[in-house]
């Protein structure tokens, strides 16, 4: 892993993230994915709310995992791997860290979660197999504008002709960044560091208006 990778890796920045029946729940992420996945970072208000929904889930019901706390480390527990199929078994152990905890990375389908219809976006996405680009190192970063999170749907190559992308973007009320980056991870990483410096003062549950818009260009770093 280069330098560069690595400080990609460790930028942190708040999310909201869920997991099939559990969420939503504030979190952080960096630009790593584990499958596909996000491997958020949770303080010890949402550790505490995502351990009482598993343990809630869990009651009646068998094959679901729960979150305990245990002093300053926090635990998964599962049936999964015993031999009575019931009893619960400790399968993973989290330290704290910056008064953090990376519950269910590498293990659990975390996903960034947005209330925006993403349909028309998912379509554009689906039939454009190819398409013209700008140039090499031009990439788009479309997202849902949350206020003081943004959920990224997705970090492309800027096409030439993004007119229909904009327009899909607009009508569902999405948003997108056009940025120079040497490739794609360090172009979301620009796109979500840009953001936060720019909501640094929103909080969650502030109003803000306008969204981003659909193909706002950000200005590369020193510029």
Known sequence: MTNQQETSDQQWFPTQVDLDNLGPYRAEVTVHRWNGFMCPRFDRQEVERLAADTERLAEGRSGVDVVRINGDNVEIWSTAFSRTGSDYELVESYPESDGRWEV??????????????????????????????AKADTWTVAFADHGYYMAVLGTFRTPLNDSELSVSLWASHLSSYILTAPNNREAERRARAHFAQDRADVHPGDRVMPLALPNTRIPAPGA
Do not use: F, I, V
């Not at 960034?112 to 554009?124: G, N, S, V």
């Open 104 to 133: 269910g990375s590498y293990q659990w389908a975390w996903q960034e979660c947005t209330d925006r219809d993403t349909t028309w976006y998912r379509e554009w996405t689906g039939q454009t197999l190819s398409y013209d680009y």
